[in-house]
């Protein structure tokens, strides 16, 4: 009686540990996999989800490589064609154009003159360049070349004329200095620039003390009465201030007394340095 009642306990009791030995693992490990053949639907269910679910995101699938080939050369055939109907056909590299300007503002930088036939094979821009290089290093033989003193001859050459931008930009750099060539070339380039129109009153109005100094140091030189009779009545106080301060210091003081009567009139200038100035003018003329 004893064995078989603990063969009934043992009976009830195994599937009872069983199923605490199931929950323990499914705790620990997770659920378990699905037997062979069992989860096929869920299976084949799930990559349709991801499927869709990346088609919203990222959008369609790209097709495989070399399918789309001549749809993108159909497309892009198109594009230049659109192109070119707008705005016209694609312009060729300008490697050689650059390099023949490079080249030529190059030589006239260092001085040499203009090759031969010059003036039918460069360009427009290039001579504009070449002029400039030459004017801001003072090479005044390549100037006079470029751009001939003769209207006749600048017609003949196809002669750029500068804007006047680039004439008093340059007037401002060679009368301060900037480009530290001989004072002899400076000075005829100054001269060339002023007969080209470059703006002395600019100059002498400009807002740095320093460029106002360069130009009253060229009224000076000049010794030219139009210039300093326009500078003393500028609508600018620094080019009449300039203009006095000037006249201050003119070679021929002897000169420079012809102007008293225009430097009384600054005695009643709105601005305390025109005033400053005429004073110490008038007192140094006597």
Same mark, same amino acid.
């Given at each position: 009686?004893?064995?078989? $009642?603990?063969?009934?306990?043992?009976?009830? $009791?195994?599937?009872?540990?069983?199923?605490?030995?199931?929950?323990?693992?499914?705790?620990?490990?997770?659920?378990?996999?699905?037997?062979?053949?069992?989860?096929?639907?869920?299976?084949? +269910?799930?990559?349709?989800? =991801?499927?869709?679910?990346?088609? &919203?995101?990222?959008?369609?699938?790209?097709?495989?490589?070399?399918?789309?080939?001549?749809?993108?050369?159909?497309? !892009?055939?198109?594009?230049?064609?659109?192109?070119?109907?707008?705005? *016209?056909?694609?312009?060729?590299?300008?490697?050689?154009?650059?390099?023949?300007?490079?080249?030529?503002?190059?030589?006239?930088?260092? *001085?040499? #003159?203009?090759?031969?036939?010059?003036? @039918?094979?460069?360009?427009?821009?290039?001579?504009?360049? @070449?002029?400039?290089?030459?004017?801001?290093?003072?090479? $005044?033989? =390549? /100037?006079?070349?470029?751009?001939?003193?003769?209207?006749?001859?600048?017609? !003949?050459?196809?002669?750029?004329? #500068?804007?006047?931008?680039?004439?008093?930009?340059?007037?401002?750099?060679?009368?301060?200095?900037?480009?530290? /060539? &001989?004072?002899?070339?400076?000075?005829?380039?100054?001269?060339?620039?002023?007969?080209?129109?470059?703006?002395?009153?600019?100059?002498?109005?400009?807002?740095?003390?320093?460029?106002?100094?360069?130009?009253?140091?060229? /009224? $000076?030189?000049?010794?030219?009465?139009?210039?300093?009779?326009?500078?003393?009545?500028?609508?600018?106080? &620094?080019?009449?201030?300039?203009?006095?301060?000037?006249?201050?210091?003119?070679?021929?003081?002897?000169?420079? +007394?012809?102007?008293?009567?225009?430097?009384?009139?600054?005695?009643?200038?709105?601005?305390?340095?025109?005033?400053?100035?005429?004073?110490?003018?008038? *007192?140094?003329?006597?």
């Amino acid at each position: 009686p004893h064995c078989s $009642m603990v063969q009934t306990i043992s009976r009830v $009791m195994k599937p009872a540990a069983r199923r605490q030995d199931t929950e323990k693992q499914r705790l620990v490990f997770g659920p378990a996999l699905p037997q062979s053949g069992a989860g096929k639907t869920a299976s084949a +269910e799930a990559p349709c989800t =991801v499927t869709a679910q990346r088609k &919203r995101v990222l959008g369609p699938a790209r097709p495989p490589a070399g399918s789309g080939e001549a749809a993108s050369a159909k497309v !892009s055939s198109k594009v230049a064609a659109e192109r070119q109907r707008t705005l *016209g056909p694609v312009r060729p590299p300008a490697s050689s154009g650059g390099a023949a300007c490079a080249k030529a503002v190059t030589a006239s930088r260092t *001085g040499e #003159l203009p090759e031969q036939g010059w003036s @039918s094979k460069w360009s427009g821009p290039t001579k504009r360049a @070449s002029l400039l290089a030459a004017l801001q290093a003072a090479q $005044m033989h =390549v /100037v006079y070349a470029l751009r001939p003193r003769s209207s006749a001859f600048q017609d !003949s050459v196809g002669s750029v004329e #500068l804007e006047q931008f680039d004439l008093d930009q340059l007037l401002l750099e060679h009368a301060t200095g900037k480009w530290r /060539v &001989r004072k002899i070339n400076a000075d005829e380039a100054i001269h060339w620039l002023l007969e080209e129109g470059a703006s002395l009153e600019a100059l002498c109005s400009h807002a740095d003390v320093g460029a106002r100094t360069a130009g009253a140091n060229i /009224v $000076m030189s000049l010794g030219a009465t139009d210039c300093v009779k326009t500078l003393l009545a500028s609508e600018d106080w &620094r080019a009449r201030a300039t203009a006095a301060q000037a006249l201050g210091h003119w070679p021929d003081l002897k000169a420079a +007394e012809a102007f008293a009567p225009d430097l009384a009139k600054l005695l009643q200038d709105e601005e305390a340095l025109v005033r400053t100035a005429a004073v110490a003018t008038l *007192g140094t003329l006597g």
